[in-house]
């Protein structure tokens, strides 16, 4: 079993940063990727950014400039620092993790039970 575990979210003005934080846990050898999905009312969850064990990164394009996306392998967290935030940011946002287990050697997809973020105009 895998736990992915986010806090940062909250209530912030158009314009305004937050940081997120998911910390992974619990049976991991290794994470292939780490990253940040978010989910609008009435919307599909979509891809936000997401960072590779080598090092490669990936953003949507709505959030280029805005949003960065790290990690502390050594804590197994991933952050994702937002600025300029905009109305329309305003979503749960969840992490995602795909990780290898220890001793089966199994890759499995985790989900964190998500963190809100709203943003005002």
């Known amino acids: 079993q895998v736990q992915l575990v986010e806090s940062g979210g909250g209530l912030v003005q158009a314009g305004g940063s937050l940081r997120l934080s998911c910390t992974a846990s619990?049976?991991?050898?290794?994470?292939?990727?780490m990253g940040w999905y978010r989910q609008a009312p009435g919307k599909q969850r979509e891809l936000v950014a997401i960072?590779?064990?080598?090092?490669?990164?990936n953003y949507t394009d709505s959030v280029k400039g805005r949003f960065t996306i790290s990690r502390d392998s050594a804590v197994n967290t991933v952050y994702l620092q937002m600025t300029s935030l905009k109305p329309e940011d305003t979503a749960i946002y969840y992490c995602?993790?795909?990780?290898?287990?220890?001793?089966?050697?199994?890759?499995?997809?985790?989900w964190g039970r998500g963190t809100q973020v709203t943003v005002s105009s």
């Open positions: 995602n993790s795909n990780v290898r287990a220890k001793l089966s050697g199994n890759v499995s997809t985790y």
């Open positions: 619990g049976n991991i050898f290794s994470i292939n990727t």
């Open positions: 960072l590779t064990s080598g090092g490669t990164t």
